[in-house]
């Protein structure tokens, strides 16, 4: 065993047995072992603390006075929001283990009208949304009754707080815009999340890491999202422990599951205010299915694919004289030095973005999520899209996921994970368990008619 590894254990060992909220945690938080828990619990007063002060200057310059915060544990971080009384009017505490609500009663017993407790789970969103979806049920309506209601462009509906290590959760996220239902139909959300590197670094690389990591669910949030990195947190400060990551000879996903393990990242998200502008509400699913499509194989050529839907349309990409938008970085302030490994800075977006020199050899993976964007508007605003073979197979797409067992029933991806895949997204009830699963998930996939 390594020494950090050896040092690793003796420090969850100290926090188990010196912590002074220790016995405020059920055991099993303690011994269970997963390689990334969907839920996080802060579990040290300082902890709460550098969290807090991370994200002051940011605070004060929302102009939310709601805050929801999933998964309070104890209420360590809890009593920092408190504090803001001038700012936060209600609190809304989801909490999705029995234990820990009869702390957070108490809470709602001290500041009756200000502090609101449910009894839920905002990780696993995405079960309650399809729920709905399937028996017409408004679960996700009353988890987020106690919250303002503004529309998508106006300021955000609150500021949301958590940690958590279910890839699921931010396909939700992506979703709820696409589809226009679950978390962002009450508005947007500002975010400050805490979340294991692997996910933040696939959902925020650009194609210089490889097409490994580089995928659709990259593409989309880039285009949908705004986000920051705030900074690292130990993840030996959080509940539950983290079991030991075996390390496989050979794995694919090596250089991103061995950045930063002993941190976890806290992170800014917050959706693009103008994205309608870019992209309207009407075409948001046509644009999640050129994406997903496209990217079943990242080294799919541009051209013919698309002259599969639109014959003859590749002259048109090759000849394109319009003048490209040159994209900004949206912090200014932001030090590119302290950015995780292979993470890129946030722009801004544009569907005027044209990819320079395309040829008959350019792939879809060698397009930004920007590009990606520009050459969607393209497509859409040929004469022959609303004849298109694209529109039967988009149709036939949506009828397959209204029948499907889950929301995040995907069009699978060429190299998608199979044993990796546990580490990256966190879920073992939606991950493959075997070689032969992810062949057969293969087989069913969604593919062009």
């Known amino acids: 065993m390594a020494f950090s590894e050896i040092m690793l254990h003796f420090r969850r060992f100290v926090l188990k047995g010196s ?10 938080l303690f011994h269970k072992k997963q390689k990334v828990p969907a839920q996080l619990y802060v579990a040290e007063t300082h902890l709460a603390d550098e969290i807090n002060k991370s994200i002051e200057p940011f605070l004060q310059q929302t102009k939310c006075d709601t805050a929801i915060e999933m998964n309070p544990g104890i209420g360590l971080f809890t009593r920092k929001l408190l504090n803001r009384d001038e700012r936060l009017r209600k609190i809304v505490l989801v909490e999705v283990m029995d234990h820990f609500l009869p702390t957070l009663g108490e809470l709602h017993a001290m500041y009756p009208e200000r502090v609101k407790v449910k009894h839920n789970d905002i990780v696993g969103l995405w079960r309650l949304a399809y729920q709905d979806r399937m028996d017409h049920g408004t679960r996700v309506a009353e988890l987020l009754s106690d919250l303002p209601k503004h529309e998508y462009t106006d300021e955000p509906t609150a500021l ?6 279910c890839y699921n959760f931010f396909k939700h996220l992506i979703n709820s815009i696409i589809f226009q239902n679950g978390i962002f139909s009450h508005g947007r959300f500002e975010m400050y999340l805490v979340v294991p590197p692997p996910i933040f670094i696939h959902l925020t690389c650009s194609n210089d890491i490889g097409y490994m990591i580089y995928r659709s669910t ?4 880039q285009m949908l999202f705004e986000y920051r990195f705030i900074t690292r947190l130990p993840r030996e400060h959080f509940l539950p422990n983290q079991g030991q990551r075996k390390v496989v000879k050979g794995a694919r996903l090596t250089k991103v599951t061995s950045i ?6 806290l992170v800014r998200i917050v959706p693009r205010r103008d994205f309608y502008d870019l992209c309207p509400i009407a075409d948001l699913q046509a644009l999640w299915y050129f994406v997903k499509q496209n990217c079943v194989s990242r080294r799919n050529r541009i051209i013919p694919n698309l002259e599969k839907w639109i014959p003859g349309c590749g002259p048109r990409l090759i000849i394109n004289n319009k003048p490209s938008v040159t994209l900004k970085p949206l912090y200014d302030d932001e ?7 292979y993470s890129s800075r946030c722009t801004t977006m544009s569907n005027r973005d044209f990819y320079p020199h395309l040829n008959i050899y350019t792939q879809f993976g060698d397009l930004s999520p920007s590009q990606m964007l520009t050459l969607f508007t393209q497509f859409r605003q040929w004469h022959e899209y609303g004849q298109s073979s694209f529109l039967a197979s988009l149709e036939n797409t949506l009828l397959k996921m209204e029948a499907a067992v889950e929301e995040n029933i995907d069009i699978v991806e060429e190299d998608d994970l199979s044993s990796e895949e546990v580490v990256l997204e966190g879920d073992k009830e939606t991950a ?4 032969k699963e992810t062949k057969q998930r293969k087989r069913n996939a969604v593919t062009s008619t």
């Open 432 to 435: 493959p368990n075997s070689d």
């Open 160 to 165: 949301l707080f958590g940690a958590v290590g």
């Open 19 to 28: 912590s002074p909220h220790a016995n405020l945690f059920p055991d099993k």
């Open 218 to 221: 990259s593409m989309l949030f």
């Open 335 to 341: 030090d590119v030095a302290l950015l995780p490994q």
């Open 260 to 265: 930063n393990p002993e941190y976890l990242y």
